[in-house]
């Protein structure tokens, strides 16, 4: 049998119609196949892969650190070089009050700990999520995932979760002093990139403070500069109380986070001891290749690209057939008629080369999320083929 074969037959498989495509090697902007095609990557594993394919610096220092050590102890014990510099250079760009980083595996055990910490924080049990957000698949993140669909055939889930309307004033009316945190994406994603008012986003934030609640803004998507600015809620006025990150955090390699106080995030140290363990997560190798490529980030100058970027994707988009073009910088959804136009779009696309996605929830829409580094004649053959499919299917 071959590789295709083997993945159906041995793999735990997400859908019954994978897109099954035997990737051999990447670099830079481009995914090669097994038999031969290229493949312009429009989506950067879901907003992974920020510098790109095998950044150098990254590859180098996953090298230089599964040769010096890789894992020693479970998180939290061992004074390990690679998560210290990587949570002090994190720390160094965040605002003053987010300085204890809490490592894990991925974005949806970052949630998992956010839930535990604000809970155990405000001794309260409340949490509130909103309609369409996306922070998981694990049963706590799926408890506070907005989207029915998803949650009902693993019920019971988590109780005291309530989800409210995002965006709208009337809502925030709902958290109150039995709320413990309330946890939002900054911009929303697999709700086809829905960003919230300025207003909005500054009247969660006073809510919040005036009820003693705990803001968490996930980021997992949209942080790490995808938006235009290393961090989305610079763009709002606000900081949150816990900031979950995930994705790009880890240049390519497994890794998640949790940020808060110090003050705050001590509450999982005692009563009970070890209020949150994990033995893989800030992997060393994990942490030595996110902090090359949050330092190639930085020293790229890539951040202030974005907005130029953005523009010349709205500027070449335009057809009859598509309805409207959402962004934040570099996460954009192009709104078409309807999923099987979508798909079709994305098969044909694909079969000439060039690689994106729908939405969890909003099928209709298709995914724009490429490296950062994509360059503007990159964005001018993307276009192009995008507009060529919706002439032809």
């Not at 071959?2 to 481009?30: C, K, V, W």
């Not at 610096?57 to 050590?69: C, F, K, S």
């Not at 974005?107 to 957000?133: C, D, P, S, V, Y």
């Not at 192009?334 to 079969?351: A, G, H, M, S």
């Amino acid at each position: 049998m071959n590789n295709r074969q083997l993945f159906l037959r041995h793999l735990a498989q997400t859908s019954d119609a994978p897109l099954a495509l035997e990737i051999t090697h990447a670099e830079g902007m481009y995914m090669y196949q097994a038999n031969g095609k290229r493949l312009l990557d429009l989506i950067a594993g879901i907003s992974v892969c920020n510098m790109g394919h095998c950044h150098p610096a990254v590859v180098a220092a996953i090298q230089q650190q599964a040769g010096t050590y890789m894992h020693l102890l479970v998180y939290g014990e061992l004074v390990q070089s690679p998560q210290v510099a990587y949570a002090h250079l994190l720390t160094q760009h965040l605002p003053a009050h987010l300085n204890s980083v809490f490592f894990t595996n991925s974005g949806a055990e970052a949630t998992e700990g956010a839930m535990k910490l604000a809970k155990r924080h405000t001794g309260r049990t409340e949490i509130i999520g909103f309609t369409n957000a996306y922070h998981g698949s694990t049963q706590g993140a799926l408890s506070l995932i907005g989207d029915e669909s998803m949650r009902n055939a693993y019920r019971p889930l988590i109780p005291g979760i309530r989800h409210i309307a995002f965006n709208e004033v009337a809502a925030l009316q709902h958290i109150t002093e039995r709320t413990a945190a309330v946890m939002a994406e900054t911009v929303m994603g697999e709700a086809g990139i829905r960003k919230p008012t300025r207003a909005w986003l500054q009247a969660l934030r006073q809510r919040c403070t005036d009820t003693g609640t705990l803001l968490i803004l996930d980021e997992n998507q949209c942080g790490l500069g995808r938006t235009g600015s290393l961090w989305a809620f610079e763009q709002y006025g606000i900081t949150p109380d816990i900031l979950t990150l995930g994705k790009a955090l880890g240049g390519g390699m497994p890794l998640g986070a949790f940020v808060a106080d110090r003050l705050i995030m001590n509450d999982l140290t005692h009563a009970p001891v070890l209020g949150h363990i994990t033995t893989f997560g800030g992997h060393p190798v994990s942490c030595a290749a996110g902090l090359a490529g949050f330092e190639a980030l930085l020293h790229a100058d890539v951040i202030a690209t974005i907005p130029a970027k953005e523009q010349l994707f709205h500027t070449l988009l335009q057809h009859p057939r598509i309805q409207e073009v959402r962004s934040a910088g570099l996460m954009m959804a192009v709104q078409l008629d309807d999923f099987p136009t979508n798909k079709k779009v994305i098969d044909y696309c694909i079969e000439r080369g060039l690689l994106t996605d729908w939405f969890l929830f909003c099928a209709d829409a298709l995914r724009i999320a490429p490296p950062l580094i994509i360059t503007e004649n990159q964005i001018r053959e993307a276009c192009t083929l995008l507009l060529e499919a919706l002439d032809n299917v």
